[in-house]
């Protein structure tokens, strides 16, 4: 992804990047080599940011302040925005279910799953 | 022949409430298609009237009522030296009585093609003139009536959304049916329907699915905004925040926003999903703008109109296009129903902002005040030569309930609401305006009326 186009989808999500979501996006760069180049960093970085949103909201724990839990909304749309125009139906699908059971595990004060394997196996439904 | 009641409690003394849309939803419910509704005061303290809901000719009438028939002025029935069976709890309201002769106790109204039929100005009121107190009026509706109402559009939609709940772990069904049930206008699966049936491919099952997804998306949306804004009531009812704690909210709202993403791409359609994806963020977006405003409260018309464009307009626009998208709809019906779909939504906002200054509407007055939710009447008044000052001296300091109560008193003594009415029309006209270049297949009628109905309103 340029340099440009990275800017543009972190925009008012820069604070973000130092923390946490530059190193979630390289760790899912390694998920997304099965789809063409020019999606890749797209993915990647769609992945990143729904992992940041579900961080940010203190899905299980503590609610999250209302201007935190506004930033982890703008991921998660942001995230989704991006495997909407980019990733397969497969993979979309696999994603949604993926924050559905996360967020479904916290509204039943269950334990829930890990976030990134869970996002990583979302990026592998189209395989 | 269909009976029904409409319930509701008043607040006040006096106290005109509209309870126009409450007929319509009855009327809905009823699947009356052309004939009569018949309503009744169950009450001798509580009349009925058609009239324009304009908060200041509602002061009108109060006045005029009170002129003719002033509290205390020595009535025989006040005497209870001289009244036999007194109740322990008699109120001494001779002159409540004496206002109700004066108006009426009941109504006929006139439905045709499934919709109540009234001028553009009329709204039904109830006329509270002894409350607060828990109020009834009985309804019948007769004529004919549709033969499978169970399949008109809205209630495929409810049907769908029923659905969907009803597959969901209780845990997060359950806020979300409470606050699905709880009512709300359903404008945006309305939207998406009627834009559904424009294109060559009308498919209502699939409609009302995409409907039923654009409208748990934004019931997920408002869970989260009631968090922030720690609303403690939406339609009526606890929000799910007050409810449940913001933890369950939190979930809830997220668990809605993946399934309703999920919903809409499992339609298959990819220009629908972007379109509702961006809509999306543009509303989460302009949420984080809305919040970041109120440290400089009540702000300006320029910072207003981003934020509704994206909080609210946003989904309207995308209602509109998605549904036109999804009915293979030539690219300049769905660039025009965009575009009607985002001059709707501002005026909507506009509309539902002026509730909040309506004594009318049965909501609390003064409660965006209160949360200082932006609104543009408060933004007019603030500008206003003669209430501004003390506008912006009140909104400087704490707000209780003296200082709402002021501020709202403020704002509608001065040109703010007609003001904002005025802008509202003007963009529903621009709105319609955008129809009128392409072709809709017979359904320009309908969204023009929706858009006016969206605006003439007060709940």
């Not at chain 2, 109204?109 to 709204?123: F, H, I, K, N, P």
């Not at chain 2, 949360?371 to 001296?393: C, F, H, K, T, W």
Request: net charge negative; with cysteine.
């Amino acid at each position: 992804m340029s340099v440009q186009v990275l800017d543009r989808e972190l925009n008012r999500l820069e604070g973000l990047w130092t923390d946490g979501l530059s190193d979630a996006y390289r760790v899912y760069l390694d998920s997304v080599g099965h789809f063409t180049p020019n999606v890749q960093p797209k993915l990647a970085l769609a992945a990143a940011l729904i992992e940041m949103g579900v961080r940010l909201q203190g899905l299980g724990g503590r609610a999250a302040a209302p201007t935190t839990l506004l930033m982890g909304d703008l991921c998660l749309a942001r995230g989704s925005r991006l495997l909407a125009d980019n990733a397969p139906l497969a993979v979309q699908v696999a994603f949604a279910r993926a924050v559905e059971s996360i967020s479904s595990a916290a509204a039943s004060e269950q334990p829930a799953p890990a976030t990134r394997p869970l996002l990583q196996s979302a990026l592998g439904a189209s395989r | 022949m269909i009976a029904a009641r409409v319930e509701f409690a008043t607040e006040r003394a006096t106290e005109f409430v509209d309870i126009t849309d409450r007929i319509r939803d009855e009327i809905r419910r009823s699947g009356l298609r052309d004939g009569r509704v018949y309503l009744q005061s169950m009450h001798t303290t509580l009349g009925i009237a058609v009239n324009e809901n304009e908060p200041l000719l509602l002061r009108d009438f109060q006045g005029l009522l009170e002129r003719i028939a002033p509290a205390g002025a020595g009535y025989q029935h006040d005497d209870f030296t001289r009244r036999t069976d007194i109740q322990l709890d008699e109120p001494v309201n001779g002159h409540a009585h004496c206002r109700q002769l004066l108006l009426s106790a009941f109504a006929t109204l006139l439905v045709a093609d499934g919709e109540l039929l009234l001028g553009r100005w009329q709204s039904v009121f109830a006329v509270e003139l002894d409350g607060p107190r828990q109020r009834r009026i009985a309804i019948q509706l007769d004529g004919e009536f549709a033969r499978e109402s169970r399949h008109a559009p809205e209630s495929l939609v409810e049907v769908e959304l029923a659905r969907q709940l009803m597959v969901d772990p209780e845990a997060v069904a359950a806020p979300m049916r409470r606050l699905v049930e709880a009512g709300g206008k359903r404008l945006r699966p309305k939207l998406v329907q009627l834009t559904a049936a424009i294109g060559p491919r009308n498919d209502p099952l699939r409609a009302a699915e995409l409907a039923a997804a654009v409208e748990l998306l934004h019931n997920a949306t408002l869970i989260h905004d009631d968090y922030v804004d720690e609303s403690p009531y939406r339609r009526g009812r606890p929000t799910v925040a007050a409810a449940e704690g913001p933890e369950r909210a939190i979930a809830v709202g997220d668990y809605y926003f993946a399934k309703a993403t999920r919903l809409i791409a499992e339609i298959g359609n990819p220009g629908v999903t972007s379109a509702v994806a961006e809509a999306l963020e543009a509303v989460c977006a302009s949420q984080i703008d809305d919040v970041a405003l109120r440290g400089a409260y009540p702000g300006d018309r320029e910072s207003y109109m981003r934020v509704v464009r994206g909080k609210t307009a946003s989904l309207f626009a995308a209602a509109c296009a998605s549904g036109a998208l999804l009915s293979d709809a030539p690219p300049e019906v769905v660039g025009a129903l965009r575009r009607y779909g985002d001059l709707l939504g501002v005026a909507f906002q506009m509309a539902d902002d002026m509730v909040d200054f309506s004594p009318s509407s049965g909501k609390p007055m003064g409660l965006d005040v209160r949360q200082r939710v932006l609104s543009l009447p408060l933004i007019y008044a603030a500008e206003d030569r003669v209430v501004g000052p003390e506008v912006r001296q009140l909104l400087a300091g704490t707000l209780g309930d003296k200082e709402v109560g002021r501020v709202t008193d403020l704002v509608t003594s001065s040109e703010a609401l007609p003001r904002v009415r005025k802008e509202a029309l003007e963009l529903i006209d621009a709105a319609v305006h955008e129809l009128e270049s392409v072709e809709l297949d017979g359904l320009r009628p309908t969204l023009i009326g929706l858009a006016r109905a969206a605006v003439d309103r007060s709940s």
